[in-house]
């Protein structure tokens, strides 16, 4: 693997570049990962956001969801990749039932911050967590609030579906985004949500809105590692695409992914739902 300094690297990426690229009109650009290996090859590939993912319950785990990671899991994780990074900014997941309450999420995205070296915490929930987000803004932590389809949910939704095709649930998730805005979380993210909604959401908010299956209008995009370098279980998500199939080694597929992101080819019209 190679380890040479990419010299177009810029200095670390804080939650304030993150509004300064949205009112540019820059893409953000993020993936997740679960060691200092593979954080390293984003980091030197100019990755903006790096999500330790509890999405490593499926990836790393095998586990069918992602219910079963635990805040040790989290942890373990997160400190292997904060030993890959010096540019790009690191999210941390809420695991399921971590931030049931202020003091159990403040315990929790504090251990993350303190012994990892989280940037941010990334949870899972509309509007019934808005006095988390609060708590922890109030507290100096910055949040991320995943909207859409939240894998956590996944028994309670059903199944992996897209949200919000009905206008009612529409109206719900932007509202729900404007509060979780007004309660101070500084990134948005959409998670399989009809790109015209994304739209609007992205529009209507001055925080930066992520996207994974949720459009090119985003402020940025989110792909789970594996999925790009064709190594999902079982079928690649419509909404993901394999770069690594038509680079050849790992750091240009992430260095392709970025440049798609960047210039808006990805997503296309394929990876998108109406
Ligand atoms: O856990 C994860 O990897 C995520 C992404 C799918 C956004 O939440």
């Given at each position: 693997?190679?380890t ?50 509890d ?59 303190k ?68 309660a ?71 260095r392709?992914y ?17």
């Open positions: 693997m190679s040479q300094p990419d010299s177009s690297r810029q200095s670390r990426i804080t939650v304030r570049s993150l509004h300064e690229k949205k009112q540019a009109g820059e893409k953000i650009t993020c993936l997740t990962a679960y060691d200092a290996s593979f954080a390293r090859v984003l980091d030197q590939a100019g990755v903006d956001v790096v999500l330790v993912g999405s490593l319950g499926m990836v790393v785990q095998g586990h069918e969801t992602t219910l079963p990671v635990t805040v040790e899991d989290m942890l373990y994780h997160s400190q292997m990749v904060a030993k890959g990074l010096s540019h790009a900014l690191m999210i941390v997941d809420m695991p399921f039932l971590s931030d049931t309450s202020i003091e159990a999420a403040l315990e929790n995205a504090g251990l993350f911050m012994a990892a070296g989280a940037q941010m915490v990334k949870l899972e929930g509309g509007a019934d967590q808005v006095d988390i987000v609060s708590a922890l803004v109030q507290h100096g932590i910055p949040v991320c609030a995943h909207l859409g389809l939240q894998p956590q949910r996944v028994h309670k939704l059903g199944g992996y579906r897209v949200q919000g095709r009905e206008s009612a649930a529409a109206e719900a998730m932007l509202e729900e985004a404007r509060i979780l805005e007004q101070g979380a500084d990134l948005i993210l959409l998670e399989c949500v009809p790109s015209r909604l994304a739209e609007m959401i992205t529009r209507a908010l001055s925080v930066p809105v992520i996207g994974i299956g949720a459009g090119a209008a985003c402020d940025g995009q989110i792909l789970v590692l594996y999925d790009i370098l064709g190594l999902s279980m079982g079928r690649i998500p419509r909404f993901s695409h394999n770069f690594l199939s038509e680079t050849g080694s790992i750091e240009d597929a992430v392709a970025v440049a798609a992101v960047k210039s808006g080819a990805f997503p296309g019209p394929e990876h998108v739902f109406n």
